[in-house]
Structure formats: structure tokens, C-alpha cells
């Protein structure tokens, strides 16, 4: 008998379920926007998602928490932390001038704009360029991995580290190919808060993000791999029924109610 291959077989990494310390975490930084009326707890959370995130620090997490980041890689922690942080930054948005910050974003609002554009304009690469890439965790990131266009991150050509611009976008096909209900949430959550975001507000650390606001104030799409990436389709494996003797002597031969007809094809 034919054994068929297992949708994930080629996909190990798809396989693995993100540790239940992670999701505890990522839910309790959560937490703090779901309230009735957001506090002053919501700006531990905006700095626990850019000091864990973007600034790759594990010091300071509970033991059973950093034995549950390094063993999956950065960029499946990436993945697992983007829709919490697309709807806590859209949850900020909405009450933005409930907050006091409709003229200038407060110190949290930075915090988290920023960790939202590094995971959607640097993650990608800064975890491509990491050795232990789908093997556990890497400590230290480039602080100025985020002032670099997406295509030209990390070295010159040649360097350690670099690939050439076909590898470079195979990579990036690679890593968004499974983010097309991630696109679909923020589509969501952002179109109708577009204007919230300013063009004011996208300065110094938030600089980046202008090429991710800019189209979507014209109505356009962002021209950004998040977006642009090819997504792999899923495949839907369909399991033959055989009618067995029995049910084929029970089913009544001419009958008035006769199913739909099915055409097929050679």
C-alpha cells in the first residue's frame, strides 16, 4: 500500500507548537489592552515586547520562559508575537486620543510602533542572518539592522554572512510564505485606523515605517516583503471512499431523486 507523505514532512518546522510558556507570555502582555479602560500597565507590556523582540534580551525572564525561547528559533517567535502585537498597536491606535497622545505618541506607543515595523521590515533578514536559524536562539542584535533597506541588510557582497540577491529572495519567500492570514489581520485592524498614524509621528526611531503607512494612506499596498511574498498553497489531500457491497444492494436502483451530477474530468 502507498504511504502519502504527510503535508508536513518537508516542513519540520511546521510541525513543532510554540512552548506553553510563550503563549502564557505573549497572552499576559496582551492582557493589559483588553481592559475596559487601558492603565498605566499596557507600557510594561510595550517594553516587554521591544526588549524580548527586537532587542533579543532574555534577562530578567523566568528560567522556564528562556528554556522555552531558545528552543524554537527567533523567527517562529517572530511569527507566534505578530498578531498579539498587531492588536495591541491597534488597540493603542483607537485610543489614542483617550490617552492624551493625539498631538505627539507617548513613550509606549513608540515603543511598540517600533517593535511592530522591525517584524514587519527587519525581522525577516536579522533572523535569516543568524547562524542558529531554525536550531534554538542567538543572542545579540544589530541595532542598525532597521536603518538599512530591507534588500541590502548585512554585509557587502562576499562578506560573512552575505547572499546574493536570488538566495536573498528565496529566504524571504521562504519565511513569509505562511503569513497570509497575518496580512489578512492587519488589513483588518489598520484600515480603518490609517489616518491615526501621522506622518509627524514616523520620526527618528519610527522613520522606517513610512514605507509601510505612506501606500496605505494613497490606498495603495506597502511595497515590503510582509506583503509581496508568494504564498505557498495548501494543499487539500482528498480521501477515496469505497462503496462497499451492502450499501450499493440498498441503494435503490432508478430512483426518482437521482444526486447531482458530477462532471469529470480525464
Request: proline residues 7%; positive net charge; contains cysteine.
Amino acid at each position: 500500500m502507498v504511504k502519502r507523505k504527510s503535508l508536513d514532512e518537508n516542513e519540520p518546522e511546521c510541525g513543532k507548537g510554540i512552548p506553553f510558556p510563550i503563549q502564557t507570555f505573549l497572552w499576559r502582555q496582551t492582557s493589559a489592552f483588553l481592559r475596559p479602560k487601558l492603565g498605566k500597565q499596557y507600557e510594561a507590556s510595550c517594553v516587554s515586547f521591544e526588549r524580548v523582540l527586537v532587542e533579543n534580551k532574555l534577562h530578567g525572564l523566568s528560567p522556564a520562559l528562556s528554556e522555552a525561547i531558545q528552543s524554537i528559533s527567533r523567527w517562529e517567535l517572530v511569527q507566534a508575537a505578530l498578531p498579539h502585537v498587531l492588536h495591541c498597536t491597534s488597540i493603542l491606535l483607537s485610543n489614542r486620543n483617550k490617552l492624551g497622545h493625539q498631538d505627539k505618541l507617548g513613550v509606549a506607543e513608540t515603543k511598540l510602533l517600533h517593535t511592530l515595523h522591525w517584524m514587519l521590515l527587519e525581522a525577516a533578514q536579522e533572523c535569516n542572518h543568524e547562524p542558529s536559524l531554525g536550531h534554538g536562539w542567538s543572542g545579540g542584535s544589530s541595532s542598525s539592522a532597521f536603518l538599512q533597506p530591507v534588500g541590502n541588510q548585512g554585509s557587502s557582497p562576499g562578506a560573512p554572512g552575505s547572499c546574493s540577491g536570488s538566495e536573498d529572495e528565496h529566504t524571504r519567500t521562504k519565511l513569509f510564505h505562511k503569513s497570509m492570514a497575518t496580512v489578512e489581520l492587519f488589513v483588518f485592524l489598520f484600515a480603518p485606523l490609517i489616518h491615526r498614524i501621522k506622518e509627524s509621528d514616523l520620526t527618528f526611531r519610527l522613520a522606517s515605517g513610512l514605507v509601510i503607512w505612506q501606500p496605505m494612506w494613497e490606498h495603495r499596498q506597502p511595497d515590503i516583503p510582509a506583503f509581496t511574498a508568494l504564498i505557498k498553497p495548501v494543499r487539500n489531500i482528498v480521501t477515496a471512499k469505497r462503496n462497499s457491497p451492502v450499501n450499493n444492494q440498498c441503494s435503490p436502483c432508478g430512483s426518482g431523486n437521482p444526486g447531482p451530477m458530477v462532471s469529470k474530468r480525464i
